[in-house]
């Protein structure tokens, strides 16, 4: 089976262009079943529905997420789907298995008002100051997630069409769009603060530095978000992807059409988009319970 394993991590990799965090998590799923078939002296090419659900019972007993069971059922119908085309087996036992439904719980969003506040917390007099702003100010721009701004470089950004190249999950680029408010804090620091930050790393091709001139890192800037939202007296828990989920709310909020917020999130399915859809529909049940007077019993 470790054989049939290694092929199928590099037809993932090499033609399915599958993120490097994705190919991990299902060579470690791959492995648990295959420790698991190995101590039931259980054949890993004659499993059936019944076999497969012995396995599942085993995570259900030592207390296995839903949403970490629903991920390994992925997988193995993905292997198993794997070995019919390659013909060592006829028929895909993983089929037969129903995933478990997850709730999913609604993204945590900033209101317009408490996004404006944020936005004004940085020191512009200071290079870090600066640096932030455009940071802040891209983020909620754009929708990208922190691990593609870390990312970014001087050649990915045009900053005279507000377009950048992101990098995305499992190798996929796709451009995403910023307005001329997060035009001009990215010229400011372009002009005024980067350049105080290189030091002696003149050539640092990175687009956002640290104070050593060397590429920000996504734990610095998760840290920043989470100072600048207490300034703001913004009192719940702020991370990068609250400005990503706040930039598709504010979208669709104001009439963005389902298809192109998932465009611009780099979102492969339009179910995983969906769920700003609830957010709104929330949003106006409490408005409407608050300013409506015969709303509330």
Not at 175 to 195: E, F, N, P
Request: hydrophobic share 35%; proline share 2%; net charge positive.
């Amino acid at each position: 089976m470790q054989n049939q394993i290694d092929d199928f991590i590099s037809y993932l990799k090499l033609e399915r262009n599958y993120s490097s965090h994705t190919l991990d998590a299902y060579t470690l799923d791959l492995h648990q079943l295959l420790s698991f078939l190995k101590e039931k002296n259980i054949d890993h090419l004659n499993i059936d529905r019944l076999k497969a659900r012995s396995f599942l019972l085993f995570l259900e007993e030592h207390h296995a997420s839903r949403k970490s069971i629903a991920r390994k059922i992925s997988c193995f119908r993905s292997f198993y789907k794997f070995l019919v085309k390659r013909k060592y087996i006829k028929k895909n036992p993983w089929d037969a298995v129903s995933i478990p439904k997850i709730q999913r719980k609604l993204p945590n969003f900033l209101y317009t008002e408490e996004m404006a506040a944020m936005l004004d917390c940085p020191d512009e007099k200071t290079p870090a100051g600066l640096r932030d702003r455009a940071i802040l100010e891209m983020l909620y721009a754009s929708g990208m997630r922190v691990s593609e701004l870390v990312q970014l470089n001087l050649s990915d950004i045009d900053a005279g069409d507000g377009e950048i190249l992101v990098h995305g999950k499992g190798s996929k680029e796709r451009v995403v769009l910023i307005g001329s408010h997060a035009i001009s804090a990215l010229k400011d620091y372009m002009r005024l603060g980067r350049s105080k930050l290189t030091g002696k790393k003149a050539q640092n091709r990175a687009m956002f530095l640290n104070r050593f001139g060397t590429r920000l890192t996504q734990r610095s800037i998760e840290r920043e978000i989470q100072n600048y939202a207490k300034k703001a007296g913004i009192d719940k828990k702020v991370t990068p992807h609250t400005l990503r989920h706040s930039f598709a709310t504010h979208l669709l909020e104001n009439g963005a059409d389902l298809r192109t917020v998932q465009e611009l999130l780099g979102h492969a399915s339009l179910s995983t988009t969906q769920i700003y859809t609830h957010i709104t529909k929330e949003r106006l049940k409490t408005i409407y319970n608050k300013a409506h007077p015969r709303a509330m019993g």
